[in-house]
T-cell receptor
Framework: DTGVSQDPRHKITKRGQNVTFRCDPI?????LYWYRQTLGQGPEFLTY????????KSRLLSDRFSAERPKGSFSTLEIQRTEQGDSAMYLC????????????FGPGTRLTVL | AQSVTQLGSHVSVSEGALVLLRCNYS??????LFWYVQYPNQGLQLLLK??????LVKGINGFEAEFKKSETSFHLTKPSAHMSDAAEYFC????????????FGQGTRLTINP
């Protein structure tokens, strides 16, 4: 299966700890997105990469959040000094310019901050 | 700014009955429109998309949606519900240019009664 993969699937951490999530997009996709989904809500956009360049960030992405895509392939999302409000599902999606923005989603990483 | 409103956070139908999930959007320019389905603890799977071609769009699993510009609507239908259709459904809109990030509605939980 060559879909979008995310690791880990679940993460439980204590408040104040740092966490890092990884996303591996579909190999030929140069666009990569991160979204956050809280319980009972639709996903909300966090940030967007085209190749290795981070071209857009939501105001939801506070200073404690940082994302990278160093070689234009996989991406990481780091949250520093986690807070209970960071508990959510973090979804990664990728797409190709020729697919009219059909974004393919990974299974998500569910973060629980205690 | 773009937005999506899904009317009804919870819809319940009998097996074999018509499924109708409502979505209205707000966009200053003709957008791309999408319906995604999410099963518990999973990522999102694309059901269908409207990308300025035919206004009646057919998707997977027997679903279809009609783009009505005058009503700014993109309602999702299925003639006969199946138990396996029980899931969360999200309508989303994106721009044709730039990041083309998805803006999602709040979601509609579909329950199928035997």
């Amino acid at each position: 299966d060559t879909g979008v993969s995310q690791d880990p699937r679940h993460k439980i951490t204590k408040r104040g700890q740092n966490v890092t999530f990884r996303c591996d997009p579909i190999s030929e996709h140069n666009r990569l997105y991160w979204y956050r989904q809280t319980l009972g809500q639709g996903p909300e956009f966090l940030t967007y990469f085209q190749n290795e360049a981070q071209l857009e960030k939501s105001r939801l992405l506070s200073d404690r959040f940082s994302a990278e895509r160093p070689k234009g392939s996989f991406s990481t999302l780091e949250i520093q000094r986690t807070e209970q409000g960071d508990s959510a599902m973090y979804l990664c999606a990728s797409s190709s310019p020729g697919q009219r923005n059909e974004q393919f989603f990974g299974p998500g990483t569910r973060l629980t901050v205690l | 700014a773009q937005s999506v409103t899904q009317l009804g956070s919870h819809v319940s139908v009998s097996e074999g009955a018509l499924v109708l999930l409502r979505c209205n959007y707000s966009s200053s320019v003709p957008p791309y429109l999408f319906w995604y389905v999410q099963y518990p603890n999973q990522g999102l799977q694309l059901l269908l998309k409207y990308t300025s071609a035919a206004t009646l769009v057919k998707g997977i699993n027997g679903f279809e949606a009609e783009f009505k510009k005058s009503e700014t609507s993109f309602h999702l239908t299925k003639p006969s519900a199946h138990m396996s259709d029980a899931a969360e459904y999200f309508c989303a809109v994106s721009d044709l240019r730039g990041a083309q990030k998805l803006v999602f509605g709040q979601g509609t939980r579909l329950t199928i009664n035997p």
